[in-house]
């Protein structure tokens, strides 16, 4: 926890400084993933007058996410970046009816960990890669086909083209 209290009753106060993150896991909901390495979070506050904030910071996060296709897990660097405007007159309820999504902050105190939370699930990658040209896993036994091929059928057919296999079997018979 970072206190904001200067900042927040003085009126063109400005505080910089580097904060440490204390996550070693980012937990959501889609899965769990280790925190290989980080940097300190690097924030600047400055009040604006009338208890309205400027807040700005980055931060380095290396996270293991697995591969999309093989499920190997990549070293995955998440560069954040963030600049926002906070409005400290509004309270925590007219905050959460504005949409405003600063649960970061708990009276005069910033919760490193939370904003970095929320900066990292608004900037997740879609899609990570071992490497462009990943084979996956095989459909049938699931071996990775990066490491080596297996003996299954390479030429099974979707299940849902069953019945045109069907059609074209029938015709061959004739």
Known sequence: MLNLTDVILTDGKVLQTQAPLTVETLDF???SFPVVSKTPL????ENRGK??????GSIRLTVLIP???CLEEVQTDLPLAFEREIDMKLTDEERLSALDESDFLNGYNLDVDKLVYGEAL???PTRVLCKE????LCRVCGQNLNRGTCSCDPTELDPRMAKIRDIFSNFKEV
Request: with cysteine; proline share 4%; aromatic share 14%.
């Open 133 to 136: 040209d990943c084979k996956g």
């Open 29 to 31: 909901p889609f899965g």
């Open 51 to 56: 208890k309205v904030l400027w807040m700005s």
């Open 67 to 69: 591969c999309a296709r």
């Open 42 to 45: 690097t924030l600047t506050v």
């Open 122 to 124: 608004l900037n997740w």
